[in-house]
């Protein structure tokens, strides 16, 4: 798998995932502090030319630097349940496949502190250079699920105690009166098509973000950003 980018690259590393750097014949005191961390864990960087670089990055804007990284840890949704401390707050995605979106959103769920992500393996986005650089290096710390059909993971996390809300824009409860404290997980749909008709039975409330003015919805990842922070609010509201 190859990732570009100082950040991504940086949170690679930092994760112990990094197998070999490839680098520019020239960078910048980011990139040499890179290098320093780089040589502290043992992980091999090699001077290549820039077209090497452009290439291996498919001319995505790679800061000087591509790694090629270990392939993600293989969660599952037990795993992402039982491993959490405290209640689970979990995030699925019905169909995301735009990569900057899909990284936009690890990028949201790392900072909100959720306890793991659950994805459909196909129909969706790669894990792959794009996503990361959108996730500003967020995907080398999120815990990750794939699964083969989101409407039978929600009923898997049904079974493990887990609360599924679904964000749509025809829910009539807002998002800010269901209760996040308890162990839940927020699903959303993938860019223009929301949920899945199947997905969106399989939840067990519905809810939609108010909107106020003339744009009838939000990015996918601000969406998140919405929903999970409220939840981490009433978290926080909740601690002695």
Not at 104 to 121: F, P
Not at 194 to 202: H, T, W
Request: contains cysteine; aromatic residues 4%.
């Amino acid at each position: 798998m190859i990732i570009y980018g100082i950040n991504p690259v940086l949170e690679a590393l930092r994760a112990g995932r990094v197998k070999e750097l490839r680098v520019g014949q020239r960078g910048d005191s980011r990139l040499a502090d890179l290098l320093a961390i780089a040589r502290q864990r043992g992980v091999r960087a090699r001077r290549v030319p820039a077209e090497t670089l452009d290439r291996d990055a498919r001319h995505g804007v790679h800061q000087g630097v591509v790694a090629e990284i270990d392939a993600p840890p293989d969660y599952s949704i037990e795993d992402l349940v039982t491993e959490a401390e405290g209640a689970p707050l979990l995030l699925v995605l019905d169909g995301i496949e735009d990569p900057h979106n899909l990284g936009a959103v690890l990028r949201t769920a790392d900072a909100a502190g959720v306890h793991g992500v659950v994805r459909q393996s196909r129909r969706s986005a790669a894990l792959g250079g794009a996503a990361a650089k959108a996730s500003a290096g967020a995907v080398a710390h999120v815990r990750i699920a794939e699964v083969v059909n989101i409407a039978r993971a929600l009923d898997e996390l049904k079974q493990a105690g887990v609360w599924t809300v679904g964000l749509t824009a025809e829910a009539e409860t807002p998002y800010y009166a269901i209760d996040f404290t308890s162990p839940s997980a927020i699903v959303l749909g993938a860019e223009g098509s929301g949920l899945r008709r199947l997905v969106r039975e399989r939840c067990d409330y519905l809810a939609a973000i108010p909107m106020q003015g003339h744009v009838g919805s939000l990015n996918v990842s601000v969406a998140a950003g919405v929903v999970l922070f409220e939840a981490v609010r009433q978290r926080t509201a909740r601690m002695p």
